[in-house]
């Protein structure tokens, strides 16, 4: 069971929390007939994309096995075999795809549809360059709208699109990380999408996502649909601060390869998030 547990990698449900953000912004947080519902939603996400995982692991064996790191995963090592990762895998879909058909309708349409992309991605998409980016930006993009249905909370055009952006613009940073690390006979052995990036091109992209995040978030901040539109706006300088530091920690320092890591790692940006967290919440439940 330690490798099944380890196989289904619990450190990165940190980024299903994804679907607590509706709640927060809409100050529902401490309200159970929100909460409830979106707590669900959240463990549906952790099974589903832990079911992810193992079939992901199972298609990538061999490559992976060539990984110095990634060759100690269970499935790479042969501590779990094919066979018992798709049975687990599969348990792992159906109680998470049942989980959020208890919810309502349009959750369990969300979930049904994050499980076929990220297959589609496993099996094909990840090698198709641009499209990799997209289609994990828009798991997360799922992730928080999954939140919004589940607790019936209407979202604006401008929260969806601040969830993608800077979805986008954390992956490109990760891909960034992950080119500027591999020398050309590991670039043969990695992930082979990146043969098809620059060092340049990610740069370009990361200024672009950056721009757009900062955008969206700002007509976010201030829409009138937004609660509290004019607190909100007080926020747009620690979201600003926030984009140009990982901008620094990645283009300069060279940490950006694991963007859930540098949340605890980096003291800037966790001081940041916390500060920015803890100020929305406060206005909401005022």
Known sequence: MRNFLSEMRPKQWI??????????FDGRLFQAESLLPTTLMF??????????????????????RL?????????ASGAISRRDGYIFALILFAIGIGISARINLECLTV??????????YTVRLKHVVVLDVMIVAAC???????GALAATIPMTVWFVLCVIFLSLFLIIG???DELYRLTENELERGRAVLKFYTLELLDQMMTITATALLMSYSLFAVDPGTRDHLKMALTVPLVIYGVFYYLYAVKVEHRG???DEMLWKERPILLTAVIYFLYVIVIRTQ
């Open 15 to 24: 980024k299903n929390l994804l679907v607590y953000a509706a709640l927060i």
């Open 43 to 64: 463990i549906a996400f952790c099974l589903v994309s832990s079911a992810v995982y193992f079939v992901n692991d199972i298609f990538d064996a061999e490559i992976d």
């Open 67 to 75: 990984n110095p790191k990634k060759k100690l995963r269970p499935i």
């Open 111 to 120: 979930v049904l549809v994050y499980v076929a992309m990220n297959l589609l």
């Open 140 to 146: 997360f993009g799922l992730r928080a709208i999954s």
């Open 174 to 176: 990760k891909r960034r």
């Open 257 to 259: 390869g694991a963007p």
